[in-house]
C-alpha cells in the first residue's frame, strides 16, 4: 500500500479439489470398465466366431451323410409309384413330395452355411440357359397345376459363361416362389434382349410384395406372410440375391401387391446359339427295359442307397453286380452314364 504493507486474498479450493479428485477416481473407473467390457465383448464375439465356424465344419462334414438317406427312401418311393396302382400309389406319391420338400429344405440349408463360409467354389463354365430352365419348368408345371396356375415358358437361344449349378438353384428358387405365392393366374419366364446383353424375367400375377419388404425379403428366414401348405422357410431368396452376387449378376424387382411381381436377372456377357437345340423325351422307365444286355456294376458306401438302386436298376433290365465300398477291386474302370 502507499504507506507499506500489502493486501492479500485467500481462496479455500479444498472443494474443487476434491471434486477434481473425484472426477478422476470416476474417469479411471470408467476407462477400466470400457476396458472390461470390451474384453467381455471381444471374448463373446470370438466364441460366437468359434461356434459359427464349428457349425460351418459340421454341415460341410455331414452334408453328404445327411443326404444319403432322403436320397435312399427317394429312390425307394420311386419303386413303389411305379409296382402301386390307385389310392396306394397315390399315397406313395405323397410320401415321395414330403420327402422333396424336407431334401429341398435341407439342401437350402446347406447351401446358405455354404455361402457364408465362402468355401462354395464357382465353376464357369459355357452354359445353354433353355437346358437348365426347362426341367426346372417341368417340374414347377406339375405343382402348379395343382393349384391351377399356369406356367409359361418362352425357350431362348441364351448361351452364358456361369456356374451350371448356381444358376440352376436361382432360376429354380424363383420360379417356385413365383408358383408358391401365386394363388390363380400364370407364371411366366423367359428371356428379352437388351442391346448387347439379355435380361431374364420371372413374372407372375401373385400377392406382390409390400414396398417396406422388399429389401427385407433377401435376408434369411424372413417371409412376407406364411399361407399354403408349402410355405418354406425363407431362405430362397437369400441364396439368390447371395448366388447372384457371387456371379457377379445383377438382380432387381419390381412388384405390385395384389398384381404380382417380376424379377429381372440381367447379363451382360452373352452369346446366342445358332439354333434352338430342343430336349429329347425321356423314355419311359417304368414300361421299358432300356439296359436290357448290359452289365453294370454298382458303387456306394451306403447300404441303403446301394440296396435301392440295386432294385431300381434291377427293373431297367441290366446284369447287376453291387459293390461295396472299402474294397479295391482290381482292373476295374469306373464309366459315368
Known amino acids: 500500500m502507499p504507506g507499506g ?21 470416476i474417469n479411471a473407473e470408467l476407462e477400466q470398465r470400457v476396458a472390461d ?9 470370438q466364441a460366437e466366431e468359434r461356434a459359427h465356424q464349428s457349425k460351418t465344419r459340421f454341415f460341410a462334414a455331414v452334408s453328404h451323410d445327411l443326404m444319403q438317406p432322403f436320397n435312399a427312401a427317394t429312390l425307394f418311393c420311386d419303386m413303389l409309384t411305379q409296382r402301386l396302382q390307385g389310392e396306394e400309389s397315390r399315397l406313395a406319391q405323397q410320401i415321395q413330395q414330403s420327402l422333396y420338400n424336407a431334401e429341398e429344405l ?3 440349408l446347406l447351401e446358405m452355411t455354404r455361402l457364408e463360409a465362402g468355401n462354395l ?12 430352365i426347362q426341367p426346372i419348368v417341368d417340374n414347377q408345371k406339375v405343382i402348379a397345376a395343382d393349384k391351377s396356375v399356369e406356367v409359361r415358358y418362352v425357350p431362348s437361344r441364351l448361351q452364358l459363361l456361369t456356374d451350371r449349378k448356381m444358376i440352376g438353384r436361382i432360376v429354380q428358387n424363383l ?18 434382349r437388351r442391346g448387347n446383353g439379355a435380361e431374364l424375367h420371372v413374372m407372375d400375377t401373385g400377392r406382390g410384395i409390400p414396398g417396406d419388404q422388399r429389401d427385407k425379403i433377401f435376408r434369411e428366414f424372413h417371409q412376407v406372410n406364411q399361407h399354403g401348405d408349402n410355405p418354406g422357410i425363407g431362405l430362397g431368396l437369400a441364396i439368390v440375391d447371395r448366388m447372384c452376387r457371387l456371379l457377379g449378376i445383377p438382380l432387381s424387382l419390381e412388384s405390385k401387391v395384389d398384381q404380382g411381381t417380376c424379377f429381372t436377372l440381367t447379363f451382360n456377357e452373352v452369346a446366342w446359339q445358332p439354333q434352338l437345340v430342343r430336349s429329347k423325351p425321356t423314355a419311359r422307365l417304368d414300361s421299358e427295359q432300356f439296359l436290357q444286355g448290359c452289365n453294370v456294376w454298382l458303387l456306394d458306401n451306403d447300404a441303403s442307397v446301394l440296396q435301392a438302386m440295386e432294385q431300381l436298376l434291377l427293373s431297367w433290365g441290366p446284369q447287376l453286380r453291387p459293390l461295396p465300398s472299402g474294397k479295391t477291386y482290381p482292373g476295374m474302370k469306373l464309366r459315368q452314364i
Not at 467390457?37 to 464375439?45: E, F, S
Open 5 to 25: 504493507g500489502f493486501v492479500t486474498t485467500y481462496t479455500d479450493i479444498t472443494e474443487l479439489v476434491q471434486a477434481q479428485r473425484a472426477l478422476e477416481r
Open 37 to 45: 467390457r470390451t474384453a467381455q465383448l471381444l471374448d463373446a464375439k
Open 106 to 108: 435341407l439342401t437350402m
Open 121 to 132: 467354389p464357382v465353376n464357369k463354365q459355357k452354359v445353354s440357359l433353355h437346358e437348365i
Open 175 to 192: 420360379l417356385s416362389n413365383a408358383v408358391r405365392y401365386t394363388d390363380s393366374g400364370k407364371v411366366l419366364i423367359g428371356v428379352r
